[in-house]
């Protein structure tokens, strides 16, 4: 009101001007109208002024009696007001509370004196109040508590607000904790133990096993279907869930203590999907989880969320597959999609190794044979394979390994793109070469990392395997008769398999000594393929260094080095490997600048999951040979979070 009065405030002055104005101009006629008429206006112009004084008064004790009568109304409705409310001062003792109040307090009406502290617990009511309130947990009873505040006589006064919101919670509380998780089981090695072991050893093995898993079900109060003979469906309520994570699915380490006839481990991957909107998306997500499992290497469980995958166990090495029934379905698929190819371009990651290249050359040796146009894309300047890619270049190879930017000129429709050693996208040797071409396939034997590539109209993987080498030998055998590898090839392949079980060391079962085999048979020569490891007496000395300047924390050798060097990246795994040597270290770590960050180069006996710890730095691998790499970082921090991913490592495996 007050504005509007100031409002017509300049209108009245303007209408006085008139007035006065007129005024004047009747000066010019008679000198008795202008007597007469500046009269009058001088008494209206009094009169108005007048008016206008008494006028603010009034619209101030207007203003002063509402604002009474408010305040007033403001008190009687806080003390009949519907929702208990407390007011307290800064120390939070209780000044006053209104009728909803005493009966929140129930017996204890006199709480006159009391410290709010003792309704609301450790909740600061000083902090600014939450979207959704403070929860509030009273004699059993749930509340949202509100807060708000005055400033009277120059004390901080609260009212602190308490909405019943008891049955909502439960019943929210409730919702989330019977939402249904499903989880599909699956016997890794149901095939091996059903064919290795004696009839009455294999009815025994199994029947455990089965019972263990229905225990286990049966423990946390879920329902189970066997829908295959190795596979089962699960759903369990997530609060019972929750009670299987906590426990890191135990049924790992009670399946793997099953003994069967010739000592073959049993194991189960598990894969779970829980927090789904709906049983469809949750059953998907089991499935996907189930994949990412068993991708890993078995002997795990993966929990799928809309927040990523959690992991659990991956204790053992892998379990082998003796049967070769899935390397002659996928050779066939993939010998129907060269044929129906224009172009065949094969890549891998970055900083090709032996393996890699060795793979990438068996396959182009075997495409070229089926009477297709094929290449390799490699970076001829950045890779660890000089010596091989020499020796093929002058001996009938030169042309057919290009740049990958001169391959995303020749990329077609009808272009097929074989990806081999890895299923990673961003370790790839030409990202880009990858999203042009159309029609993908993944050759590879690395455990299964979150983000990998799911576009493939192939994806051969096999955690098992000792190497993509040991993959490609097996494929060439079934892609026709006119496939037939030279000594060259199989020599380019037999490298890959010794770099990457060390000589025949680690990750050896026996279908990578068969593929050997197969290898020798085709002319392969250990001793030439012995000289493709060969290094310089630099690059020895460097090693030795490296070696040298190691130090064993919590059984783990660690050694860094930041003087870089062109060949690091082949100094640093061979160091890691001679650090295993010592006695007493389950794994190796050596760390070097590289590229403005840090590089990681792990490897293991088997005792440690160095997948894992270098799986917390971003990397990933293998259980006994892994790495990572961490960007914009010193060598000194990289250090430090290598320390902790081992503490923590550690921690979880005294915890599982």
């Known amino acids: 009101m007050n504005k509007r009065i100031t409002l017509f405030k300049p209108i009245i002055y303007v209408l006085i001007g008139i007035c006065v104005i007129l005024a004047l101009l009747s000066s010019l006629g008679r000198a008795e109208v202008f007597y007469a008429s500046g009269a009058i206006a001088l008494c209206g112009i009094i009169y108005v002024l ?16 509402m604002g009474h009568a408010i305040k007033a109304m403001q008190t009687e409705d806080m003390v009949d007001f519907p929702l208990p409310i407390f007011v307290v001062n800064g120390d939070g003792e209780v000044l006053w509370f209104n009728e909803r109040g005493t009966m929140l307090l129930g017996e204890n009406k006199d709480f006159y004196g009391h410290m709010i502290q003792e309704i609301i617990g450790e909740t600061d009511f000083h902090q600014p109040c939450p979207e959704h309130g403070h929860n509030i947990l009273w004699q059993g009873h749930m509340y949202s508590l509100y807060v708000n505040s005055s400033n009277e006589a120059g004390e901080t006064l609260y009212a602190l607000y308490f909405v019943d919101d008891n049955e909502l919670k439960y019943y929210t509380d409730l919702y989330f904790k019977t939402k249904p998780a499903v989880m599909i089981v699956t016997i890794d090695n149901y095939d091996e133990l059903a064919q290795s072991a004696k009839e009455s050893e294999r009815s025994q093995v199994l029947s455990e096993v089965e019972y263990q898993i229905e225990q286990y079900v049966e423990k946390f109060h879920g329902i189970i279907d066997k829908v295959e003979k190795d596979r ?104 129907e999609l060269i044929e129906s190819s224009d172009l065949v371009l094969i890549m891998g990651h970055s900083f090709a190794d032996l393996d890699c290249f060795g793979s990438a050359v068996g396959l182009l040796k075997a495409v070229k044979q089926m009477g297709k146009r094929a290449f390799i894309a490699i970076n001829k300047r950045k890779n660890l394979v000089g010596p091989l890619y020499d020796r093929l270049e002058s001996n009938g190879y030169a042309g057919l390994f290009i740049e990958p930017a001169e391959a995303l000129g020749m990329v077609t429709p009808k272009t097929l793109l074989i990806i081999v050693d890895t299923h990673i996208e961003h370790i790839l040797e030409s990202a880009e070469l990858y999203r042009r071409c159309e029609t993908v396939v993944v050759i590879d034997h690395h455990r299964k990392m979150v983000g990998h590539i799911d576009n493939a109209v ?57 593929a050997a085999a197969y290898l020798r048979r085709l002319g392969a020569d250990t001793v030439e393929v012995r000289k493709l490891f060969s290094s310089s007496m630099d690059s020895y000395q460097r090693r030795s260094r490296l070696v040298s300047s190691a130090e064993v924390y919590r059984r783990c050798a660690i050694a860094s080095t930041n003087t870089p060097t062109d060949d690091i990246k082949i100094v640093a795994p061979q160091a890691a490997d001679e650090l295993l040597n010592i006695s007493d270290v389950d794994a190796s770590f050596v760390m070097y600048e590289y590229a403005g960050g840090v590089s990681f180069s792990a490897r293991s006996m088997g005792a440690l999951n160095v997948q894992i710890i270098m799986e917390k730095l971003g990397g990933g691998g293998h259980l006994t040979m892994a790495g990572a790499q961490i960007p914009d970082i010193s060598l000194e921090n990289a250090r430090q979070k290598l320390l902790e991913a081992i503490d923590q490592y550690l921690e979880e495996q005294k915890q599982a």
Do not use: C, W
């Open 458 to 514: 192939i994806f051969y993987h096999e955690p098992y395997a000792s190497s993509a080498s040991e993959m490609v030998s097996e494929l060439v055998q079934y892609l026709g008769d006119s496939v037939k590898l030279g000594r060259l090839e199989a020599e380019a392949l037999l490298s890959g398999i010794m770099l990457d079980t060390k000589n025949f060391v680690i990750k050896t079962g026996v279908r990578t000594f068969e």
């Open 232 to 335: 089962f469906v699960v759903m369990v309520e997530e609060q019972n869930m929750q009670g299987m994570i906590q426990s890191r699915f135990d049924i790992l380490d009670r399946i793997r203590e099953i003994a069967s006839g010739d000592r073959v481990p049993t194991t189960l991957s598990i894969g779970v999907g829980r927090n789904a909107k709906d049983l469809r998306t949750a059953e998907q997500m089991a499935r996907q989880a189930l994949d990412m499992a068993l991708g890993r290497g078995g002997d795990q469980a993966a929990v799928r969320t809309e927040n990523g995958y959690d992991f659990f166990g991956g204790l053992s090495k892998g379990v082998e597959k003796r049967t070769k029934v899935k390397t002659r379905i996928v050779a066939t698929a993939l010998s």
């Open 50 to 65: 007048f008016q206008l004084r008494y006028a603010d008064r009034d619209i101030n004790l207007f203003l002063n009696s």
